[in-house]
Each structure stands twice: as C-alpha cells, then as structure tokens.
C-alpha cells in the first residue's frame, strides 16, 4: 500500500541555522499538507499545496516557512531561522482529489537547541 | 476560532468493553469529520470518516456524527489492549479535496487486559 514517507526521521539543528524537511507524498495524490505538534500538545495545520502553490496557509506559517514541490515527487518544508519554539514533530500529509481523506507520513521530529 | 473539544482522558476500560470516545466542534459549517489514532512518538492514522448525520460502522469502530449537536463520536467494541492510543477527532470545514482539518487535542485510551 503507497504510503508517505518523510526524511530525516529526526533532525537536530542549532538555533538559527536553516532546516528543510522532505517528504514524498503518495504518487497519485494531487493536495499537500505541513502539519506541526509541539509535545503534548493538538496536531496544528501549517500550510497547503495545490497545483504549485500555497492554498491556505495559518497564522504559524510566517516568513521564516517556505514549501516548495522541486520536482514531481518531493514536497519540501523549510525553515530559514529556526527557533527554540520551532521543536516539534511535523508531519506531511497529502489526499486525492476525488476524496479529502488526509493520510500522514511518519514525521519528522526537529530540535532545536 | 474554530474549535474542536475533546476529553483528554485518559479514558481506561477493561478487554472486551465498549469504548466511547466524544467530540464537539464550534463551526456549524463544518463538512467533514475524522478520526485518527496516534501511539505515542508515531503520526496520526485514520480510522474513520463519516460525513451525514447518522451511524457508520467498520469493523469494531462506529462513527456517529450529529450536526444540529455539533457532536461527534467513535465506539469502539471489543476493545483491546493493542486500542490503547490517543484518538484524535480532526474537522474539516470545506467541502471536496481542499481544506486543512483542524484536530481536538485527543482522547487518551487505556485498554486494561
């Protein structure tokens, strides 16, 4: 069964320093996502990505947030400044366009020291 | 703000018990309703969707959705120590392929063997 994939699997960077985290959304699906969860804390909508550009985006998603989609397969989250409060698990989820069923990759867990 | 309310838990039954998990939203526009399961560390995987007033079963889960109540809530029968996660319930405000979902912060589940 296709699944998302996300890599690394853990990142750690000093704060400051710039981040992207890659993910592969499952091949056919055409709507894709960033979502972030602090530690302990809800699963937070960051951006969408429709057709080569931003559908929506929340208030998190500030200038120091860019996606990009490189090529035909990877959809990038990057991060310019990283912050203390940047730390979280983010997870990519993407759907078809016939249905609105999200599915989510494994995550990335960024620290930021 | 777009709300979605959930008991935190931790929500603990025995084996073989009938697990009741509720959720409350604040948009009445909302379109779509979702719940997934998170084990610690791991990413959200969905068990259902359901999207018209009423029942909706599957397996050993039952959606049940009331949009006049703005509620929404999953049983699970049978419950089993391998159920033991935290059950997010995530919304969606638009209809068809667009739109993030916003998530409750989640039901933590205790399945006692």
């Known amino acids: 069964e296709p699944e998302v994939t996300q890599t690394p699997s853990h990142q750690v960077t000093q704060m400051g320093q710039e981040v992207i985290l890659r993910c592969v959304p499952i091949?056919?699906?055409?709507?894709f996502y960033w979502y972030r969860q602090i530690l302990g804390q809800k699963v937070e909508f960051l951006v969408s990505?429709?057709?080569?550009?931003?559908?929506?985006k929340s208030e998190i998603f500030d200038d120091q947030f860019s996606v990009e989609r490189p090529d035909g397969s990877n959809f990038t989250l990057k991060i310019r400044s990283t912050k203390l409060e940047d730390s979280a698990m983010y997870f990519c989820?993407?759907?078809?366009?016939?249905?609105?069923?999200?599915?989510f990759g494994p995550g990335t867990r960024l620290t930021v020291l | 703000q777009k709300e979605v309310e959930q008991n935190s838990g931790p929500l603990s039954v025995p084996e073989g018990a009938i697990a009741s998990l509720n959720c409350t939203y604040s948009?009445?526009?909302?379109?779509?309703f979702f719940w997934y399961r998170q084990y610690s560390g791991k990413s959200p995987e969905l068990i259902m969707s359901?999207?018209?007033?009423g029942d909706k079963e599957d397996g050993r889960f039952t959606a049940q959705l009331n949009k006049a109540s703005q509620y929404v809530s999953l049983l699970i029968r049978d419950s089993q120590p391998s159920d033991s996660a935290t059950y997010l319930c995530?919304?969606?405000?638009?209809?068809?392929?667009?739109?993030?979902?916003?998530f409750g912060k989640g039901t933590k589940l205790s399945v006692k063997p």
């Open positions: 995530a919304v969606k405000l638009e209809g068809g392929s667009q739109g993030n979902l916003i």
């Open positions: 091949s056919n699906h055409l709507y």
């Open positions: 989820a993407s759907t078809r366009g016939d249905t609105d069923t999200q599915y």
């Open positions: 359901i999207y018209s007033n």
């Open positions: 948009d009445r526009g909302s379109q779509s």
């Open positions: 990505f429709y057709n080569n550009e931003i559908s929506e």
